[in-house]
């Protein structure tokens, strides 16, 4: 199994970018997905979650700016982030849970900056 992890980048103040996160391998059903990030100097975190059913979960500070989704038949999961703010730079690492074990993407980098 593994999880290739796509779209994060440079991007301004109040911008947006949208992190999508594939799973490969010879997979049945994926349980929970989401999305962690770990800034500079600081704890992995998590972002947002979602379960197989839909049922999501925010950090706080991403309430209302982050939507998290998913496509159970392309086995992929997505972040969309909006009013990006300079607190949001990280790199960002998708999660899924297979058959009980938790599998990570490789990271991808989002800088907010001007």
């Known amino acids: 199994v593994q999880l290739q992890a796509s779209g994060g980048g440079l991007v301004q103040p109040g911008g947006s970018l949208t992190l999508s996160c594939a799973a490969s391998?010879?997979?049945?059903?994926?349980?929970?997905m989401g999305w962690y990030r770990q800034a500079p100097g600081k704890q992995r975190e998590l972002v947002a979650a979602?379960?197989?059913?839909?049922?999501?979960n925010y950090a706080d500070s991403v309430e209302d700016r982050f939507t998290i989704s998913r496509d159970n038949t392309k086995k992929t999961v997505y972040l969309q982030m909006n009013s990006l703010k300079p607190d949001d730079t990280a790199v960002y690492y998708c999660?899924?849970?297979?058959?009980?074990?938790?599998?990570w993407g490789q990271g991808t980098l989002v800088t907010v900056s001007s």
């Open positions: 979602i379960t197989s059913g839909g049922s999501t």
């Open positions: 391998g010879s997979i049945f059903s994926i349980n929970g």
């Open positions: 999660n899924a849970v297979i058959y009980g074990e938790a599998y």
